[in-house]
């Protein structure tokens, strides 16, 4: 029991480390002008040299937030599973980790144009920044599609007061908008990026709430 109130806690250190990051790292990016557009790659490139500094602490935060993300869903899916719920938490928590590792992957495209950024003059650094960027888009992309799915197999499986449990998938419903709005309006711009950050909030809420259950002693089947 001792072990397992250990693993909960650290659970819900991991879910609240990540939302505290993401949070932090949003409040960055909004108001600097570093939500960047594929579709203006040289005003992209001139924010990021720009403002070089607040671009990497965004970066870290960032990392921060879905490596942890990564690591609480690995925890998650170490339990036993007896039962259809159990079964339920176990692939919410690998879908929260495979959420996690994509948006690691976008992290990671957003690195690269750093190093673009420094070299803005470089042969087809705008082309190549772009890419860079339409290929983050979508990996952070799949990440909520991913995170949407951890987030309504979580809310079913976690043994939770029945208002929780709808909040969890109502927030899941508003993070598969965020992620539709690039499908359904063709294209990317800092006021989409703006629209599906706000639209993953709930989300985000809503695991650092299961967070601090973990940590005040919720059970899981």
């Given at each position: 029991?001792n072990?397992?109130?250990?693993?909960?806690?650290?659970?819900?250190?991991?879910?609240?480390?990540?939302?505290?990051?993401?949070?932090?790292?949003?409040a960055?990016?909004?108001?600097?002008?570093?939500?960047?557009?594929?579709?203006?790659?040289?005003a992209?490139?001139?924010?990021?040299?720009?403002?070089?500094?607040?671009?990497?602490?965004?970066?870290?935060?960032?990392?921060?937030?879905?490596?942890?993300?990564?690591?609480a869903?690995?925890?998650?899916?170490?339990?036993?599973?007896?039962?259809?719920?159990?079964?339920l938490?176990?692939?919410?928590?690998?879908?929260?980790?495979?959420?996690?590792?994509?948006?690691?992957?976008?992290?990671?495209?957003?690195?690269?144009?750093?190093?673009?950024?420094?070299?803005?003059?470089?042969?087809a650094?705008?082309?190549?920044?772009?890419?860079?960027?339409l290929?983050?888009?979508?990996?952070?992309?799949?990440?909520?599609?991913?995170w949407?799915?951890?987030?309504?197999?979580?809310?079913?499986?976690?043994?939770?007061?029945?208002?929780?449990?709808?909040?969890?998938?109502?927030?899941?419903?508003?993070?598969?908008?965020?992620?539709?709005?690039?499908?359904?309006?063709?294209?990317?711009?800092?006021?989409?990026?703006?629209?599906?950050?706000?639209?993953?909030?709930?989300?985000?809420?809503?695991?650092?709430?299961?967070?601090?259950?973990?940590?005040?002693?919720?059970?899981?089947?």
């Open positions: 029991m072990d397992l109130n250990s693993r909960d806690r650290l659970t819900g250190a991991l879910l609240l480390t990540s939302l505290v990051a993401m949070i932090a790292g949003a960055i990016v909004v108001p600097s002008g570093l939500t960047l557009n594929p579709s203006a790659p040289d992209a490139l001139a924010a990021v040299g720009e403002r070089a500094g607040l671009h990497l602490t965004e970066l870290a935060l960032d990392v921060l937030g879905w490596l942890t993300l990564t690591s869903g690995l925890l998650m899916t170490t339990r036993r599973t007896e039962t259809f719920r159990s079964y938490v176990t692939l919410g928590g690998g879908l929260l980790a495979c959420a996690g590792l994509a948006g690691l992957l976008h992290d990671a495209g957003n690195l690269a144009l750093t190093q673009l950024a420094s070299r803005p003059t470089a042969p650094a705008a082309t190549v920044a772009s890419a860079v960027m290929t983050a888009k979508w990996g952070v992309n799949l990440a909520g599609l991913l949407v799915a951890a987030t309504t197999a979580t809310a079913v499986g976690v043994p939770l007061p029945s208002r929780l449990r709808v909040t969890g998938l109502i927030a899941a419903l508003a993070g598969l908008a965020a992620v539709a709005l690039p499908w359904t309006t063709g294209g990317s711009s800092a006021e989409l990026e703006q629209l599906g950050y706000a639209l993953h909030l709930p989300i985000m809420i809503w695991y650092g709430v299961l967070g601090r259950r973990y940590q005040t002693g919720i059970q899981l089947p």
